[in-house]
């Protein structure tokens, strides 16, 4: 785990709760990354567990959507994953085995008429030789290594539309990140489509909460029933700090963030799914605040029967859904109608056009309407300015490079924007209303208070000061360019 002898030993000693938030949270994240960092290290962190010796709790972070794939409520109780944890990194490593293993023969037909001293060298040799050719509308060996490598270039690949030998034709549109002569590309998209769920991110996070549990189980002597209790904590969206340490503080452009500055500074014009539905939205320091308040119950409560509190355990384990859209709904529509006001209120320095904040409806409509609104400009001036005008293009200059990242985003956000979930949060409720009148102050999660008008206005400008690096003494000149 990285952690040097000495650090050990003190954690060993004096370490007393452990909060488990480490994970990788991006959605298009590779399937060998995501279950390297969501799965297998929750089994590394239980065997750390294992060595503290003054341990009274455990807190494992999850997501309100590891279980997306159900249409009906989702309640604070253990469903069954998509695969065991042993499995699915057991599949994986094999098939990264695999491809690795499976030898791919160099391709010595281009040097077939050289002459010289190494000609008896190349046609005896058992490593490379002139190859027959049975799929002719596949990659040649050499080609096929540069894939797995994901040096394939676009002449040999996708909009090519060339069926010469050696040329790889699929049908136009399919994305090269997605190689289908990579077995775990292949992999994640079986899994992804039989598990029914939109991204490695809560696939890996739906097996991670039952490998937790499976890792658990096997120390009853240590784990739960009475002994060293465990929680498992899920948040819906995070957003912006609702009071703490800054209002509206965020930093980096996780979860709506991106999508948010996107539609403010005009760089995106809509969004694809529906205004009307719920936007599960919960501050960062909400959670943290929760996440305080779970640890202080396990170690003050947890240990108690189940019997004992009206905080109840599935498989002896406490589950927390934190959410928002159950007792404080917020939709989406109310999101992009305060972007929309504000973006012409408070115009940011970093305006690309004039902010447009809407929602179109996911599929055919809004292909369409991002090719014409969205592809066709950033093409277009991608094309005058390198081609006509000389100009060099770097970094937020290059207009093709920032609509396939706006893409890629709304891609990745669209299930989140076209549907909606129920989601029980009954322990969640429970536990706020055993904290004391001061604790309730202090560590406040209660998601009724929060004024989401003012929350969203707080969000969208802390977006653009801390996130952006967008500051107030900005807004004059950013006023005028508006104007113009």
């Not at 069954?80 to 695999?98: F, H, N, R, W």
């Not at 090269?176 to 775990?184: A, E, F, I, V």
């Not at 501050?283 to 004992?308: C, Y």
């Not at 706006?406 to 429970?430: E, G, R, Y």
């Amino acid at each position: 785990m990285g952690i040097t002898p000495e650090d050990l030993e003190i954690l060993v000693r004096e370490c007393t709760i452990v909060f488990n938030s480490a994970a990788t949270i991006r959605f298009s994240e590779p399937i060998n990354n995501a279950v390297r960092n969501n799965i297998y290290s929750v089994g590394q962190l239980v065997e750390f567990c294992n060595q503290l010796d003054n341990l009274e709790a455990i807190v494992h972070l999850s997501t309100a959507y590891s279980h997306c794939h159900k249409k009906d409520t989702i309640y604070e109780v253990f469903y069954k994953p998509p695969m065991s944890g042993s499995e699915v990194q057991a599949a994986v490593e094999s098939l990264t085995k695999i491809e690795e293993e499976i030898h791919i023969y160099p391709d010595s037909s281009e040097r077939r008429f050289q002459r010289d001293e190494t000609e008896e060298s190349i046609c005896t040799s058992r490593d490379s030789c002139e190859q027959q050719r049975f799929y002719f509308d596949g990659l040649t060996s050499s080609e096929l290594r540069n894939s797995r490598n994901g040096n394939l270039d676009k002449q040999t690949s996708i909009g090519a539309g060339e069926n010469q030998r050696g040329k790889i034709t699929r049908p136009a549109g399919t994305s090269l990140k997605k190689n289908p002569y990579n077995l775990l590309d292949c992999f994640t998209t079986i899994a992804l489509r039989y598990s029914n769920r939109p991204n490695t991110y809560t696939f890996t996070k739906a097996i991670s909460e039952s490998y937790l549990l499976d890792c658990v189980k096997r120390r009853t002597d240590r784990y739960l029933n009475g002994r060293i209790p465990v929680a498992i904590v899920r948040p819906s969206i995070v957003g912006g700090a609702w009071r703490e340490p800054l209002v509206g503080l965020v930093d980096n452009l996780n979860g709506p963030t991106g999508a948010i500055l996107s539609l403010y500074t005009g760089a995106l014009q809509a969004m694809p799914g529906r205004g009307d539905m719920k936007a599960d939205l919960v501050p960062v320091d909400m959670v943290t605040n929760m996440i305080v308040s779970v640890g202080w119950f396990l170690v003050n409560q947890g240990k108690s029967s189940a019997e004992e509190s009206n905080i109840r355990t599935d498989e002896g384990v406490y589950l927390f859904n934190f959410v928002s859209g159950h007792r404080n709904p917020l939709f989406w529509h109310q999101v992009t109608d305060k972007i929309a006001e504000l973006s012409y209120k408070f115009p940011s320095r970093f305006m690309v056009r004039l902010p447009g904040s809407y929602f179109v409806g996911a599929g055919k409509l809004y292909d369409f309407y991002d090719l014409i609104v969205q592809k066709f400009p950033a093409y277009a001036i991608h094309f005058i300015k390198r081609r006509l005008l000389s100009q060099r293009i770097d970094g937020r200059s290059n207009s093709v490079k920032v609509y396939k990242k706006i893409k890629q985003m709304t891609d990745t956000l669209t299930p989140f924007t076209s549907n909606q979930w129920s989601l029980c949060d009954s322990n969640t409720h429970s536990l706020f209303e055993k904290l004391s009148p001061i604790d309730k102050s202090i560590f406040h999660f209660d998601v009724k208070s929060i004024d989401w008008n003012e929350y969203i206005r707080n969000y969208i400008i802390g977006s653009r000061i801390y996130t952006l690096r967008d500051d107030t003494q900005n807004l004059r000149a950013a006023v005028r360019s508006l104007k113009r």
